[in-house]
């Protein structure tokens, strides 16, 4: 149910600066990772995904970054916008599994 | 926008009231699933499906059951509500192909059991 828990890590830019927000992940065998944004009141949306065989991808405004050897993912958001306020989650998978296992999420929070 | 839907979006109900959440998909996503977040918090696997009369438990012990009679439909039940039950409920579908498991996302149901 409803718990007070640990407040998420927030992360504050201002408007037109890049936004970095960072994922640590634990299972070596991972071998696919997904971005997602969530804004209030809403379902997580879908960003950028990455196969472990990369180490960067590339989209509209956004980059994922893939670092197997210690097992962190970054996303670069440029020139941030007051819309792209929101949470934002990574999750990975392995092998042949459809189960995500998601992060902890950081909130991203856009000054004017 | 993804073509998956959760119905109601907010339910108040007392302790003891039998529910049940709805999801639909129209993309034809074999693969659904259910996750339970608490405000501000990560999102918790409780129950998916792979197919039609395919259910599985998540990760996070949960009380409630589902069924998966029809490809599209994916509803999840709460027998006997209690105010442990308070949460948001979002329901996901997901097809895997072409090197990609992206799941899709419902809006979510927000459950207050009083």
């Known amino acids: 149910g409803e718990s007070v828990g640990l407040h998420l890590p927030t992360l504050s830019v201002q408007e037109g600066d890049n936004s970095i927000i960072n994922c640590a992940y634990s299972?070596?065998?991972?071998?696919?990772f997904i971005w997602y944004k969530q804004e209030s009141g809403k379902g997580p949306q879908f960003i950028i995904d990455?196969?472990?065989?990369?180490d960067k991808r590339q989209g509209q405004r956004v980059t994922v970054l893939l670092n197997k050897t210690v097992k962190h993912l970054s996303l670069q958001i440029a020139a941030t916008q007051p819309g792209d306020s929101a949470v934002y989650f990574c999750?990975?998978?392995?092998?042949?599994?459809?189960?995500?296992?998601f992060g902890t999420g950081t909130r991203l929070q856009v000054t004017l | 926008e993804a073509d998956i839907y959760q119905t109601p979006r907010y339910l108040v109900i007392g302790t003891g009231k039998k529910i049940t959440l709805e999801c639909s998909q129209t993309?034809?996503?074999?693969?659904m699933y259910w996750y339970q977040q608490d405000p501000g918090m990560e999102l918790h696997l409780i129950h998916y499906?792979?197919?039609?009369?395919?259910?599985e438990k998540g990760d996070l012990s949960s009380e409630s059951t589902v069924s998966r009679i029809r490809t599209e439909h994916f509803p999840l039940t709460l027998e006997s509500a209690r105010p442990s039950h308070t949460s948001q409920y979002l329901c996901?579908?997901?097809?895997?192909?072409?090197?990609?498991?992206?799941?899709?996302f419902g809006a979510g149901t927000r459950l207050s059991v009083l």
């Open positions: 996901a579908s997901s097809y895997r192909g072409k090197g990609e498991n992206i799941q899709y």
């Open positions: 999750a990975e998978t392995a092998g042949t599994a459809s189960k995500l296992t």
């Open positions: 993309m034809g996503h074999d693969k």
């Open positions: 499906s792979y197919g039609v009369n395919s259910t």
């Open positions: 299972n070596s065998a991972s071998d696919y």
């Open positions: 990455i196969r472990s065989n990369m």
